[in-house]
């Protein structure tokens, strides 16, 4: 007798600009085997173009990127896989959890002079500094019936992989 092999959740690693997410991202998805996708590669030119330019984007700008990050979620259903993604808002993630129900937040958290200092120190980026704020402003934390975790980055990137790791559905 066989049997069908265990579902496996898709996770966003979620957080503000500088937080790590792609980092942590592709950490977590080399130690479960399984494929990552940064959400950077599913903006449209304009999006990168605005940012680039100092600019924020709403919720218009946003509508297309968010939808193509769903769509890889829901290519993956059951078999797995890491995606970041700020994911700042909670009708953002309501949206990448439309057709994805068992899919997993992971929140990378840290100070805004922590992140701040990383940003400034992070080579050939579209994303300003100066956006940070209002990054920090959108950013709604995960609710109680959310599924996903919050996990610190005062540490180094495999020191916080490992925490994210720890607090993964099994």
């Known amino acids: 007798m066989t049997t069908a ?3 496996r959740p898709v996770i966003v690693v979620m957080g503000v600009s500088g937080s790590g997410k792609s ?3 592709g950490l977590l998805a080399a130690r479960l085997g399984v494929p990552y996708a940064e959400a950077d590669d599913f903006h449209p030119a304009a ?3 605005k940012m680039s330019a100092g600019h924020p984007l709403d919720d218009t700008d946003r509508a297309p990127w968010l939808d193509a990050i769903a769509a890889w979620i829901a290519e993956r259903g059951g078999r797995g896989g890491v995606v970041s993604c700020s994911a700042l808002r909670r009708r953002y993630r309501d949206r ?3 057709d ?3 899919l997993f937040f992971l929140h990378l958290d840290g100070s805004p002079e922590l992140i701040e200092a990383r940003l400034a120190a992070r080579m050939q980026h579209f994303m300003p500094p100066g956006l940070l704020r209002s990054q920090f402003e959108a950013l709604e934390p995960l609710g109680a019936d959310e599924a996903g975790a919050v996990v610190a980055i005062d540490g180094g990137p495999q020191q ?3 925490h994210a790791f720890a607090v993964l559905p099994r």
């Open 96 to 98: 990448l959890r439309a």
């Open 5 to 7: 092999p265990a579902s």
């Open 160 to 162: 916080t992989a490992e």
């Open 23 to 25: 980092t942590v991202g």
């Open 100 to 102: 994805a129900p068992d």
């Open 47 to 49: 999006n990168i173009a």
